[in-house]
């Protein structure tokens, strides 16, 4: 059972290939396969993530990211979409939703948080790909620390 958020799509259209990108792409990462995961990117994609570093530039720079991610999440691997938003046509699309990532420990306690992703997309050859994300987590101004406690 997807968790992704369904809606009337029709078949066929930029909308509902991007739905099937998302939904591969959610597939690879519970399966933790980094190759398969990396597939969905364009080579030259630029992505922030709300960990580690301020950018990182193209598919090999973010794969040995993902690497470093999923090694991370010992136990079940959570992740969870919500709320996937779709804007798509002809050769250009983007997305935004909300993800809740991470794991199960090895008392079998879940270690997750919500953050914020968008995505940007491009038809390339004929497929489409994945040219930039972003996840971030909302801050507490005053604190300075990350508000992972945050429910949707």
């Known amino acids: 059972m997807s968790t992704v958020t369904a809606k009337e799509t029709a078949v066929g259209t930029p909308e509902a290939e991007i739905r099937e990108l998302q939904e591969s792409w959610l597939q690879a990462v519970r399966s933790r396969d980094t190759k ?15 960990i580690v570093a301020l950018q990182f530039k193209g598919a090999d720079a973010y794969g040995q990211h993902w690497e470093a991610c999923l090694s991370m999440c010992t136990g079940p691997m959570v992740f969870e979409m919500r709320e996937l938003n779709i804007e798509a046509e002809n050769d250009v699309a983007f997305a935004h939703w909300l993800n809740r990532c991470g794991g199960v420990d090895e008392n079998g306690v879940e270690k997750s948080s919500w953050m914020r992703v968008s995505a940007g997309y491009r038809r390339i050859k004929g497929k489409w790909k994945i040219v930039h994300e972003h996840f971030s987590a909302p801050f507490d ?6 508000l992972f406690d945050l429910q949707p």
């Open 36 to 50: 398969k995961i990396m597939s969905h990117y364009a080579p030259d994609v630029v992505a922030y993530d709300a």
């Open 141 to 146: 101004i005053a604190s300075g620390k990350a």
